[in-house]
């Protein structure tokens, strides 16, 4: 069965950066659209990002547009996720997710991977 699974979280200090790694099981992300979503205490499951399988068609909601980049190696089958000028308000749950559409739409990703915490300390 087709896994996603995301790494790279942890603990960062206020305008610190990391990088965020998705990959999947039994599944070529150049065939799919990759999404990135975040989770906070208390909060609704937020779409931040989504990049094409060829990695040449990228949106950037305007909460991380300019700090956070999205590329695909497809040699290696893996989706990263670039965190810059990371802030307190970053600290989330990140899931990645595929889609056969370019969207941010939550209900059109068709496998998720289970999440990596982020923690910006102020």
């Known amino acids: 069965q087709v896994q996603l699974v995301e790494s790279g979280g942890g603990s960062v200090q206020f305008g610190g950066s990391l990088r965020l790694s998705c990959t999947g099981s039994e599944l070529s992300l150049a065939n799919h659209v990759i999404g990135w979503f975040r989770q906070a205490p208390g909060q609704e499951r937020e779409g931040i990002s989504v990049?094409?399988?060829?990695?040449?068609?990228?949106y950037y909601t305007d909460s991380v547009k300019g700090r956070f980049i999205l590329s695909i190696d497809n040699a290696k089958n893996m989706g990263y996720l670039q965190m810059n000028n990371l802030k307190p308000v970053d600290t989330a749950g990140y899931y990645c997710a595929t889609s056969p559409v370019a969207t941010l739409i939550p209900n059109f990703f068709t496998y998720w991977g289970v999440g990596t915490q982020v923690t910006v300390s102020s």
């Open positions: 990049i094409n399988g060829r990695g040449d068609d990228i």
